[in-house]
């Protein structure tokens, strides 16, 4: 039942995919060609950002098919929208700004391509599957009013004259089909591979997108890292600065207590006794909140392990991770996982949770899936967006799946190399 449902979505999704490249991609084609010509007497200034912005929805359009339908993740390339003036001046820096950017030219590449070889490919992966059942009806009997009306009937290379012949095209119906349901979800995932090879960002404009990136979250985790120092100082003053203060003053009190009044300066005692454990019990949960003890002696499997016990949800974790990851890195990637499994628990209406970490490649792969309601959104909240920020600080990537319903599914990758096996 599944190569049925995939090799049906594959051909509805070909029929579809052709008609956009034949409709959208062939139009904004010409368009594009006919509004940049006119460059030369003017009027194409102001037409090809017109025409440019059109046809960059339509191929972000197709990235997102791409990715939803196909699991083929396409970047967009553009570099980004300065801040024009007004007037023709404004409209000049704006069609230089387009004229400027190699995606545009990649864009108008993949349109004629998408016109052509992807309209080939999407009605290809239609049909094929579509004509397997066409030989059998004409096996049922529908060659007859055909032939008898002095028509020519064929099925490939087969002349339908007889019940023999229309025989032969019922069974080589079912060599179609067979064909279809094993083509028709190869030729479609070769299709989105095909648009993604033009469409993607070209490597030079991947590193700049990067550096931009790596900019970006390092000013965040300046700004993180500020923030929390505040925070820890303000533990400090607030909590156990406070209390030792206070337990100062009370043993000031004591020593002069002592032989005047011994059982106020006991009480005194049991008060300063008190308070000095309230302050260690605050510093070891401070210490804790910067780096988990159970994080820097056991490394991130057990410290992972030690939130799932910790968690409110039924929670399954499994750990390839053979050797320990640098402490930054580690810190991180424990963070993340403490925050996911925080949100799941407040907002998901989860009732299990699964853990997944492991190690290929130079890369920490984590996902977290749980059971609950899905409709989850990186714009919902700053939980995710701080995990993000937190990721983006080691270049790493966040990705969220959660449609409605469920399941929600948060993958994170982390680059890290391990320095030395776990213990």
């Known amino acids: 039942m599944n190569i049925i449902r995939a090799t049906a979505l594959g051909a509805v999704r070909g029929l579809g995919l052709a008609l956009l490249g034949m409709v959208g991609s062939l139009v904004l084609f010409i368009l594009s060609v006919v509004s940049i010509s006119l460059s030369v007497v003017g009027i194409g200034v102001l037409l090809v950002p017109l025409v440019t912005e059109v046809a960059r929805s339509h191929a972000n359009l197709r990235r997102r098919l791409a990715h939803e339908w196909f699991g083929v993740e396409v970047r967009e390339p553009y570099k980004p929208r300065p801040r024009f003036q007004g007037g023709v001046i404004g409209a000049m820096e704006r069609y230089r700004w387009i004229m400027t950017d190699p995606a545009t030219w990649r864009d108008m590449a993949w349109m004629i391509v998408d016109a052509t070889a992807g309209f080939t490919l999407g009605i290809f992966a239609f049909s094929l599957p579509m004509y397997g059942p066409y030989g059998w009806v004409l096996a049922a009997g529908v060659w007859r009013p055909i032939v008898h009306s002095g028509g020519n009937e064929w099925y490939t290379f087969v002349r339908i004259s007889d019940q023999r012949t229309a025989n032969y095209a ?20 070769q299709h989105a591979r095909m648009a993604a090879n033009l469409l993607k960002p070209t490597r030079e404009r991947e590193l700049e997108m990067r550096v931009a990136r790596l900019t970006e979250t390092r000013s965040d985790a300046i700004d993180t890292q500020a923030a929390e120092l505040r925070r820890i100082e303000r533990d400090l003053h607030d909590g156990a600065q406070a209390r030792l203060v206070a337990m100062g003053m009370s043993l000031g009190t004591i020593e002069h207590l002592l032989e005047r009044d011994p059982e106020r300066a006991r009480l005194l005692l049991a008060e300063a ?12 949960d401070l210490v804790r909140g910067i780096h988990p003890p159970v994080l820097a002696e056991r490394g991130l499997g057990d410290a992972v392990r030690a939130l799932a016990m910790a968690s409110p949800l039924r929670t399954e974790v499994e750990v390839d991770i053979p050797g320990r990851i640098d402490a930054p890195v580690e810190s991180a990637a424990y963070f993340a996982v403490s925050e996911v499994l925080t949100n799941a628990a407040k907002h998901s209406g989860a009732q299990r949770v699964w853990l997944d970490l492991r190690h290929e490649n130079g890369m920490l792969h984590i996902m977290v899936t749980d059971d609950g ?30 449609p409605a319903g469920g399941p929600t599914i948060v993958t994170m990758e982390l680059p890290c190399e391990l320095s030395s096996p776990e213990q």
Request: net charge positive; no cysteine; charged share 20%.
């Open 273 to 284: 006794r008190e308070s000095s454990s309230k302050a260690l019990t605050e510093l070891r």
């Open 373 to 402: 309601s899905g409709g989850a959104a990186l714009s919902g909240g700053t939980g995710l967006r701080g995990i993000e920020r937190r990721l983006g600080t080691f270049d790493g990537i966040l990705a969220l799946n959660s």
């Open 170 to 189: 019922g069974l080589l119906g079912f060599v179609y089909l067979g064909l279809g349901l094993w083509l028709t979800p190869r030729v479609m995932l």
